[in-house]
């Protein structure tokens, strides 16, 4: 099947497969455990919260639309779960971001069939700066975004409904961007190349990015789909963008 023929939703679904390769599970443990420490506390605080939290919201929501009560309050949960699940899974990949890397690296060795890089722990910390710069890139297109949805959020009547709904499409293109970077920046494709890239076939990776978005909201699966992220992200690196920008850095 060439790439031409399949799409994000086929790409999410390779990476539940490819996480259990043997040879690639061992990769995968430290970011799983990050993600299952960071997301597992941060979901069990925010259940705990949310009694609190949205009531609180609905004071914002003016007299007039109080009997679209049932609608709104809905709405208000999915909006705290978006944005929290959005902020504690940048966290978890902000810190297992060097380890997400490797993953990336030796899966597309696998994919690809050439050897695996042996990258050992002296590697990745040689290799932190520049992937801590990266992270920081990624933070500073996302935060001016995110700042113009919350203030949305406060548009009486209009913001309580309209803001979720571009916060999921925001959430889902961000997420597209947060994993499919990890083996874009391991052949040191500029964060801007990248964007471009991801924006030519943007319908897929908002597929792709939408069911890594849904996935994080649901307990016990979210605490699973930081890795999983990586390996279709990667799985798709080798199929759509590989070749081409492989080919770009071997001719500079």
Known sequence: ???SEVNGVHYFTQGWKLVSLPGIRRFVVIPLLVNFLLMGGAFWWLFSKLGQWIPALM??????????DYLIWPVAVVSVLLVFSFFFSTLANLIAAPFSGLLAEQLEARLTGKPAPDTGIWDIAKDLPRIMKREVQKLAYYFPRALLLL??????GVGQTLAPVLWFFFSA???SIQYCDYPFDNHKV?????RRSLGR??????QFGSLVSL????PVLNLLILPVAVCGATAMW?????NVHVSEIGRR
């Open 1 to 3: 099947m060439s790439s």
């Open 59 to 68: 004071i914002h929501v003016p007299t007039w639309l109080r009997w679209l």
């Open 151 to 156: 203030l949305i959020h406060f548009i009486p």
């Open 173 to 175: 293109w961000m997420l």
């Open 190 to 194: 500029s964060f801007a190349d990248m």
């Open 201 to 206: 076939n943007k319908v897929d990776n908002m």
């Open 215 to 218: 996935f994080t909201m649901v």
């Open 238 to 242: 080798v199929d759509r963008y590989r």
